[in-house]
């Protein structure tokens, strides 16, 4: 027997290089729609990542073309691109969706909800995943986590937010359940694509202006417009997604659908550990480079009522929305579970470690 066996195993694995190698015959094209622009990097990069990952794996017959906002012109039509099939991939972010469905707002992030690491043990262990397949599958898409921005910045501001009073009135590009609790506070709010942005802040169309973190926010050009730079509360662990059309991902060879769930799972890792990065060293440099600018945190009191409208409109959604319910109770469950450990871990040390 133990002469057999390795001699077993030698033709199941010649069984599985030819089976690879006829599968890796098959050339396949596929296309991507993104949001973002083609420099919008880590978002852009990590889009980019993944169909050179694909590309290798397969050999170079799995090849996915990338296509930037500029090139199809639609930043907020993604979901319907790859529904309709028009594009059998897409990379957004759930929350551009809300007009949709409330349910897809929880799988990019929740304000004062849970960190990146949070967040993903809920994704992958916690049931997220599942649930994100509930939300999508009915609309004949696959949706994977995509890569996530960490803590996203309050916004800029073109004059200081000192009290609620301030608020009203204010006109103020912020997405998804985050514009919702602002409005609920006498915000004018509007989700302008990410490429007129700049122009919207500088020509006064808009008083303030949500975006990502340093680094991104300091290539957009944002201090040059705007002096004051807020702490953030509305997108603790904001997760874009890789979208995929069922249909065209089931006529994929087993092989290749392994590829590709692969190739997504590693650019989104890698799209955090950038951004990440590259947020520290814009913050490192800002000072010297921006000393207009002036990091504030939103007064206590406009925090506290940022905090209970969060809180109504999510009961308020829950009431109407059993499928939003669900999510939102299942981070909800999943992180009393996690959060001690978070407070421990990380928070506790940072208390007694960070220097004044």
């Known amino acids: 027997m133990r002469f057999r066996t390795p001699l077993l195993l030698a033709g199941l694995l010649a069984g599985l290089t030819l089976s690879l ?11 991507l729609a993104m949001t973002w622009g083609p420099n919008a990097a880590p978002l852009s990069t990590t889009v980019e990542k993944m169909a050179d990952l694909v590309a290798d794996m397969s050999e170079g017959n ?3 073309r990338v296509d930037p906002a500029s090139r199809h012109k639609s930043p907020f039509g993604i979901f319907d691109f790859v529904k309709m099939g028009q594009y059998e991939m897409g990379h957004t972010a759930s929350y551009y969706y809300i007009g949709k469905d409330m349910a897809f707002q929880p799988f990019t992030t929740m304000p004062f909800g849970m960190t990146v690491p949070e967040q993903y043990g809920w994704f ?4 997220g995943l599942e649930l994100m397949a ?24 073109r004059e200081e937010i000192e009290s609620l009073e301030d608020l009203q009135g204010l006109r103020m590009r912020v997405p998804g359940f985050a514009g919702r609790v602002l409005s609920g506070l006498g915000v004018n709010v509007t989700n ?3 490429g007129e942005l700049y122009t919207a802040l500088n020509t006064g169309t808009i008083d303030a202006a949500e975006w990502v973190g340093p680094d991104m926010d300091f290539r957009m050009g944002f201090p040059e417009i705007a002096d004051y730079y807020y702490t953030g509360w509305h997108e603790p662990a904001s997760e874009v997604q890789f979208l995929v059309n069922a249909e065209a991902f089931a006529e994929l060879p087993r092989e290749y659908q392994a ?22 060293d814009a913050w490192r440099r800002m000072a010297e480079e921006h000393p207009n600018v002036e990091v504030r945190t939103f007064p206590g009191p406009v925090l506290a009522e940022l905090r209970a409208e969060t809180a109504r409109l999510v009961e308020e959604e829950k009431a109407g929305n059993p499928l939003f319910a669900r999510i939102v109770e299942s981070k909800e469950a999943y992180l009393e579970q996690a959060r001690d450990w978070t407070r421990m871990s990380d928070y506790l040390y940072l208390q007694d470690n960070l220097e004044e």
């Open 21 to 31: 190698s006829l599968h890796a015959q098959e050339r396949i094209r596929w296309k």
């Open 259 to 280: 590829i590709l769930q692969t190739a997504i799972r590693l650019a989104a890792f890698d799209m955090y550990v950038r951004a990440y990065h590259r947020n520290a």
């Open 134 to 157: 509930e939300v999508y599958e009915p609309e004949g898409l696959l949706a994977f986590p995509g890569g996530n921005t960490g803590n996203q910045m309050g916004g800029w501001f």
């Open 192 to 194: 302008i694509p990410p």
């Open 124 to 127: 992958y262990h916690g049931g």
């Open 62 to 64: 799995f090849i996915i």
